[in-house]
């Protein structure tokens, strides 16, 4: 990844400060699990001083953390003076390892963390690490994510989640980056991301960070990258905030057939997916004699948007078009819906007009289980499995719908109209 920070030795000499004035008292580094879940823990580790050159050598705890003190090299460890960790595992005859660099510093004791290889795997395991996000959401209850992913490989995404102490500062890794899990091997220069998120009903708050690898020498990277501010490796939470919004049309209520001159009140019902209120604009047109258009606050769930009444006079086959426009709505295919109406010729008799004058209305489409009828009285009644679970002969009205909530179908005995879908909701 791209090193967006002057080295602590040129933070030292522009100070006035000398790198071999001040003794490192410890640095620590944890080595994680292998994809297949080779623990890192009571690995071999190695600390390799670059110059003058020394190793010092131990093993990690059941933890799989190790710490180096500075009098484990000869001379001490100094501050600004670099260090390669080195773990190697054998196991069932196979090679585990990883490694990371690392420059000791006088802030921040621990190195970026690494996951061991699986050898068996063509692509490596490769460590994300940020070292520390400042919260100033003030959102505690919920949990905090951190996800990870490359550009390529869209659809393989990596979720780590951030310690939920509920102080300002959180210091974690994102180690949960592990390419093994990928389809395709890093490359240099590849686009790589961090996501970190909260999420409390329909509103997240995120930050998002994006870079790019610079090389692969050391299968860890270290994230250094903050909100544009140089100097610093802390990353501040949130920087952005969206809300989940999807309001969407499910059904335009018209009559099939009316006489020409019938007055009829276009409605459409809605369900808002959210949950919280949202307000739409929704628009209504039939052919092109009719428009009207309103904005309405909708509930989570669903609801009627009534429209004005309009006189239908003009006889034959129309198009009723109903729409919704809502500023960031995640689904806008579910935002447009249309139906034919077909308006009879008064006075013509039955057997000489193009469709029949008798009509099966059945509201409303969306009920706790009473439904009220209206032109023929004869229907049957299936379920979603296509399953006929009743038939009403001579129905005064007035139907129960008796069976569980879901989606049932009213089909009316003449077969030439068509049947109607209702949603029994839950009580």
């Not at 690392?102 to 490596?124: H, M, S």
């Amino acid at each position: 990844m791209k090193k967006l920070l002057p080295t602590l030795a040129t933070i030292l000499l522009v100070l006035g400060l000398s790198t071999k004035e001040a003794n490192a008292q410890q640095v620590r580094w944890h080595v994680h699990n292998s994809h297949n879940e080779i623990p890192g823990a009571n690995c071999p580790v190695s600390a390799i001083r670059i110059s003058p050159p020394d190793t010092a050598y131990r093993t990690t705890n059941a933890n799989g953390r190790v710490t180096f003190f500075s009098n484990d090299f000869t001379p001490n460890l100094q501050i600004g003076e670099n260090l390669i960790f080195e773990a190697k595992k054998d196991t069932n005859s196979l090679e585990y390892k990883t490694k990371t660099n690392w420059q000791v510093r006088n802030d921040r004791i621990d190195a970026p963390e690494g996951c061991l290889d699986n050898p068996l795997k063509q692509v490596q395991a490769h460590t994300l690490n940020i070292w520390s996000v400042i919260d100033t959401s003030n959102w505690t209850g919920e949990t905090f994510y951190a996800l990870a992913g490359l550009d390529k490989n869209a659809s393989q995404i990596c979720t780590s989640f951030v310690d939920p102490n509920p102080s300002l500062t959180h210091a974690y890794d994102v180690y949960d980056m592990n390419l093994e899990n990928q389809d395709s091997t890093f490359t240099q220069g590849d686009s790589v991301w961090i996501k970190l998120l909260k999420t409390k009903n329909d509103t997240t708050l995120y930050t998002l960070i994006p870079f790019e690898i610079d090389t692969l020498e050391y299968i860890n990277s270290q994230l250094i990258r903050s909100n544009g501010n140089s100097g610093s490796d802390t990353v501040l939470f949130p920087q952005n905030i969206s809300v989940f919004k999807d309001v969407g049309l499910e059904e335009i209520l018209l009559p099939d057939t009316v006489d020409s001159g019938t007055v009829v009140t276009p409605k459409v019902i809605t369900r808002n997916y959210g949950t919280i209120n949202q307000d739409p604009n929704f628009y209504c047109k039939i052919n092109e004699f009719y428009q009207d258009s309103l904005q309405q606050i909708v509930s989570p769930g669903y609801d009627t948007i009534h429209f004005s009444p309009c006189t239908l006079n003009s006889v034959g086959n129309f198009v009723t078009s109903c729409s919704l426009a809502l500023d960031g709505d995640v689904n806008p295919e579910n935002d447009t819906l249309s139906k034919i109406i077909y308006v009879n010729p008064t006075g013509i008799n039955e057997n000489k007009q193009e469709k029949p004058k008798q009509s099966f209305q059945a509201y409303p489409t969306i009920t706790n289980g009473n439904v009220k009828i209206y032109g023929t009285n004869t229907f049957s009644v299936y379920n979603s499995a296509g399953q006929r679970i009743d038939k009403e002969e001579n129905n005064s009205g007035n139907y129960f719908i008796n069976g569980p909530a879901g989606v049932y179908f009213l089909k009316p005995e003449d077969s030439k109209l068509p049947a109607k879908k209702i949603i029994k909701k839950r009580r």
